[in-house]
């Protein structure tokens, strides 16, 4: 475990064979955090290792793009399901889900209508109000008759975004 075959360059001599004295995940279990020490000069520094974060556009309605973010995936989440006592680690899970399927089925760019569908097939599960909530800010909903059909798709027990008219 001492010599690992991952070396690099000491930032002190520029020798690049180092003794591993210390490996251990970091951000929770994301990232990896090696203490070395430099054969040549003996002296210690740390390597932090982490998989390059993949990034994912968001084409939006206008056709302008934006990275999608994960925060603010999971701040509209939080709006909708405002004082509905959803605990806050079901909407982390949530926005995780969303996220990990947005980067299986795209490769670098999503339609934002694709996001909120998901965010709202999410919500179905987890309050009908929240629901409800944000279908009518995301769909724009104008009339009445608007928030009659989602109820309607509430009452009926399916997420149906897809009808609701944009
Ligand atoms: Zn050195």
Known sequence: MWQERNQMKCPFCGNEDQRVLDSRPAREGEANRRRRECVECNRRF???????????????????????????CFNSMLIAC????VPIDVLRSSVERIERDLFQEFEDEAPTQHIGDKVLAELFEIDSVAYVRFASVYKKFDTVSDFQHIIDSVTRGKAEPSILSN
Request: no cysteine; net charge positive.
């Open 46 to 72: 740390t390597t932090f290792e982490e998989p390059e974060r993949p990034r994912l556009f968001v084409e939006k309605r206008n056709g302008t793009r934006e990275e999608f973010s994960r925060d603010k």
């Open 82 to 85: 405002r004082k509905r006592g």
